[in-house]
C-alpha cells in the first residue's frame, strides 16, 4: 500500500470529514510528515499519510485523557492551609 492516500480513501480510514483534514493541514498536521503536495507544487493534489493521521490521533487522545485526569484529581492544598 503507498504511503500517500487521496482524501477519499483517508476520509474512511481514519474517519474524519474532508472538512477536518483540511482544516488540521492548515494548523495542526505537519507538512511532509502527515500530507504532502503530490507533485511537489502548491496547486497540486494533497497525498495523506494514514499512518501517521492515525498515530496523531493515538496521541491527541492520550493527551486529552491525560489532561482530563489532571483536571480531576482533587488537591487539598488550599483547604489544610485555611485550616
Given at each position: 500500500m503507498p504511503i500517500w492516500s487521496n482524501i477519499?480513501?483517508?476520509m474512511e480510514q481514519v474517519m474524519l470529514s474532508r472538512?477536518?483534514?483540511h482544516s488540521l493541514k492548515k494548523k495542526g498536521f505537519t507538512p511532509g510528515v502527515h500530507w504532502v503536495y503530490l507533485s511537489g507544487g502548491k496547486n497540486g493534489s494533497v497525498g495523506w499519510n494514514v499512518?501517521?493521521?492515525?498515530?496523531?490521533?493515538i496521541?491527541?487522545?492520550q493527551e486529552i485523557a491525560v489532561d482530563?485526569?489532571?483536571k480531576d484529581i482533587e488537591t487539598y492544598?488550599?483547604?489544610q492551609?485555611?485550616?
Open positions: 477519499d480513501d483517508t472538512a477536518s483534514l499512518d501517521a493521521i492515525k498515530q496523531w490521533q496521541e491527541r487522545t482530563s485526569l489532571t492544598t488550599e483547604d492551609n485555611n485550616a
